[in-house]
């Protein structure tokens, strides 16, 4: 999924985090306290480069400031196209 369709959801200091389409028509958000992504109207604006900037931000955010633990955080963004593009091919789960 791109990041520009997509929401980032997550409960601080849990490993509760999920990513899933936006906008979010079947309420699968309601469980989460924090998100991030397309339902910022910022991210629609950005370019490619800064959106993948962005992207580490939110990653940065959810595993550093909320204390998501980093696995849990990793396998709920591989959803998320760009993220599978960015991070380093021998890693779990990267883009080839």
């Known amino acids: 999924m791109k990041y520009t369709e997509c929401m980032i959801a997550w409960n601080r200091e849990t490993d509760?985090?999920?990513?899933?389409?936006?906008?979010?028509?079947t309420g699968w958000s309601?469980?989460?306290r924090m998100t991030v992504g397309?339902?910022?109207?910022?991210?629609?604006?950005?370019?490619?480069t800064e959106?993948?900037?962005?992207?580490l931000c939110d990653f940065h955010t959810v595993v550093?400031?909320?204390?998501?633990?980093?696995?849990?955080?990793?396998?709920a963004f591989l959803a998320i196209d760009?993220?599978?593009?960015?991070i380093a091919p021998d890693c779990p789960g990267a883009d080839p």
């Open 64 to 75: 550093v400031r909320d204390r998501v633990p980093v696995e849990a955080a990793h396998v």
């Open 38 to 48: 397309a339902s910022f109207l910022s991210v629609g604006a950005m370019t490619p």
């Open 30 to 32: 309601r469980g989460y």
């Open 51 to 55: 959106r993948d900037a962005q992207l």
């Open 82 to 86: 760009e993220y599978r593009r960015l």
């Open 16 to 25: 509760q985090i999920a990513v899933g389409p936006w906008p979010d028509r």
